[in-house]
């Protein structure tokens, strides 16, 4: 009886047992599945950077210094034209330090774009997204040279799409991605990626607070990389753009305080077409102010060429009149 006694003691603390280990894995499971995610999307990060850092370069010329993002294996880069500036020849920097001289293959100054190319190095082309497919609340990783510091990574989401965004110096940016991920001065031409390491844009620009003076933290735009990889193949190929898909007007424009000064239309523009003149002033299209060039060129880049828009301008005799304009392609470029 004794014997059956401790049989059956032993019995239930081994039942006992069982259900702590059974309690103590299941807690066990539970936080690990718990701390998995976390550990998932910082392991993705570090695998975004380690696949996409050595596809970004720094740019130096003697105003400054840039990113870039090696295109293809010829040796091609794609920057931002901001970058090139008046520049022809370059010195690049790779992730790992060599430097290489680089000279201009082209420039497009409307999107803001230029290609250079470098011989020898190994270089990685990048992998390039349809950023067509792009959503609000993508994550989004911006890796470039900011202030010098190079292979620099900072992170965010895709913010809004769609953006038409002027840079202030006549350029206006179509269709911009906006994104959380930081924009420093120097990130400018380098690599706006997605979780899998492809390039959905190249950074350009970061919004300015018009109360502070600086930049507005959180909000910076890149160019759409389905606009870069049309544009960059084009001047790869032909050494300017063919076919920038972008509405042109024909007009060299100033600011007056209350609407756009033409101060030369160029021959056989279809401002020229229309009857645009030097010395009138655009104060509207399609009934939309514009009050600065800026603006002008923000309605027009919501444009494709071929279709028509109503200017409202003012002459220099004080007269005002409408004028229909039927856009054209902007032509190729430096």
Request: aromatic share 4%; glycine share 14%; no cysteine.
């Given at each position: 009886?004794?014997?059956?006694?401790?049989?059956l003691?032993v019995?239930?603390?081994a039942?006992?047992?069982?259900?702590?280990?059974g309690f103590?894995?299941?807690?066990?499971?539970a936080?690990?599945?718990a701390?998995?995610p976390?550990?998932?999307?910082?392991n993705?990060?570090?695998?975004?950077?380690?696949?996409?850092s050595?596809?970004?370069?720094?740019?130096?010329?003697?105003?400054?210094?840039?990113?870039?993002?090696?295109?293809?294996?010829?040796?091609d880069?794609?920057t931002?034209d901001?970058?090139v500036?008046?520049?022809?020849s370059?010195?690049?920097?790779?992730?790992t330090?060599?430097?290489?001289?680089?000279?201009l293959?082209?420039?497009?100054p409307a999107d803001?774009?230029?290609?250079?190319?470098?011989?020898?190095g190994?270089?990685?082309?990048?992998?390039?997204?349809d950023?067509s497919k792009l959503?609000v609340?993508d994550?989004a990783?911006a890796?470039?040279?900011?202030?010098?510091?190079a292979?620099?990574?900072?992170?965010?989401?895709?913010?809004a799409?769609g953006?038409?965004?002027?840079?202030?110096?006549?350029v206006?940016?179509?269709?911009?991605?906006?994104?959380?991920a930081?924009?420093?001065?120097g990130?400018?031409g380098?690599?706006?990626?997605?979780?899998g390491?492809?390039?959905?844009g190249?950074?350009?620009?970061?919004?300015?607070?018009p109360?502070?003076?600086?930049?507005?933290?959180g909000?910076?735009f890149?160019i759409?990389?389905?606009?870069?990889?049309?544009?960059?193949s084009?001047?790869?190929?032909?050494?300017?753009?063919?076919?920038?898909?972008?509405?042109y007007l024909?007009?060299?424009?100033?600011?007056?305080?209350?609407?756009?000064?033409?101060?030369?239309?160029s021959?056989?523009?279809p401002?020229?077409?229309a009857g645009?003149?030097?010395g009138?002033?655009?104060?509207?299209?399609?009934?939309?102010?514009?009050p600065?060039?800026?603006d002008?060129?923000?309605?027009?880049?919501?444009?494709?060429?071929?279709?028509?828009v109503?200017?409202?301008?003012?002459?220099?005799?004080?007269?005002?009149?409408?004028?229909?304009v039927?856009?054209?392609?902007?032509?190729?470029?430096?």
């Amino acid at each position: 009886m004794k014997q059956i006694r401790i049989s059956l003691a032993v019995a239930a603390l081994a039942a006992v047992a069982a259900l702590l280990v059974g309690f103590a894995s299941s807690r066990a499971t539970a936080s690990r599945s718990a701390v998995s995610p976390a550990v998932a999307l910082q392991n993705a990060f570090v695998g975004v950077f380690r696949k996409v850092s050595p596809s970004v370069v720094q740019i130096q010329t003697a105003e400054g210094l840039g990113s870039g993002i090696v295109f293809d294996a010829k040796g091609d880069i794609v920057t931002n034209d901001h970058v090139v500036g008046t520049a022809t020849s370059f010195t690049v920097t790779t992730s790992t330090g060599k430097r290489l001289k680089g000279k201009l293959v082209g420039a497009f100054p409307a999107d803001d774009l230029a290609v250079i190319k470098v011989s020898g190095g190994n270089l990685h082309p990048a992998s390039f997204a349809d950023s067509s497919k792009l959503r609000v609340g993508d994550l989004a990783m911006a890796i470039g040279n900011p202030l010098g510091l190079a292979s620099s990574v900072t992170e965010g989401i895709v913010s809004a799409l769609g953006r038409q965004e002027p840079e202030g110096t006549g350029v206006v940016l179509q269709n911009a991605i906006q994104t959380s991920a930081a924009i420093n001065p120097g990130n400018s031409g380098g690599a706006l990626v997605d979780i899998g390491g492809r390039v959905i844009g190249i950074p350009t620009l970061a919004a300015a607070d018009p109360q502070l003076g600086g930049a507005a933290a959180g909000i910076g735009f890149a160019i759409p990389s389905n606009v870069v990889r049309s544009i960059a193949s084009q001047i790869v190929e032909h050494g300017h753009v063919v076919n920038s898909g972008r509405a042109y007007l024909g007009v060299s424009i100033g600011d007056t305080g209350n609407g756009v000064y033409v101060g030369a239309v160029s021959a056989g523009s279809p401002a020229a077409k229309a009857g645009v003149k030097a010395g009138d002033v655009i104060v509207a299209v399609d009934g939309t102010p514009t009050p600065t060039s800026d603006d002008l060129g923000t309605l027009l880049a919501a444009h494709k060429p071929g279709q028509t828009v109503t200017l409202k301008v003012v002459r220099q005799s004080g007269a005002t009149t409408q004028i229909k304009v039927t856009l054209g392609e902007y032509p190729g470029g430096k």
